[in-house]
């Protein structure tokens, strides 16, 4: 399985974040896997955004989850990320990752995202 984030690398503030990442090698919807957002900040630690589950249900880290969408095309084996009224402390690298509860057994490359004008 193999996982490949892309979207734009400079937001500017206040504007919406949106990242897409398209899964090949498997389905997102094989039964009981969940497909996450991680970020991490220059300096900082790894960071869980939120996830979408194999049937359709969305988790979200409490402290995002009101500026943070996440939701799927499985027609084309996506899901994306919309963190909204981003600042310049969302700058990251965003990682998509996939797996079974408890692990994250895929992960896609990272991608930077700069909160910028």
């Known amino acids: 399985v193999q996982l490949q984030e892309s979207g734009p690398g400079l937001v500017k503030p206040s504007q919406v974040l949106s990242l897409t990442c398209t899964v090949s090698g498997g389905s997102i919807r094989t039964n009981y896997y969940y497909w996450s957002w991680i970020r991490q900040p220059p300096g900082k630690g790894l960071e869980w955004m939120g996830a979408?589950?194999?049937?359709?249900?969305?988790y979200y880290s409490p402290s995002l989850k009101s500026r943070t969408s996440i939701s799927r095309d499985t027609s084309k084996n996506q899901f994306t990320l919309q963190l909204s009224s981003v600042t310049p402390e969302d700058t990251a690298v965003y990682y998509c990752?996939?797996?079974?509860?408890?692990?994250?057994?895929?992960w896609g490359k990272g991608t930077l995202v700069t909160v910028s004008s």
């Open positions: 979408i589950a194999y049937s359709g249900s969305t």
């Open positions: 990752a996939g797996g079974l509860p408890g692990g994250m057994d895929y």
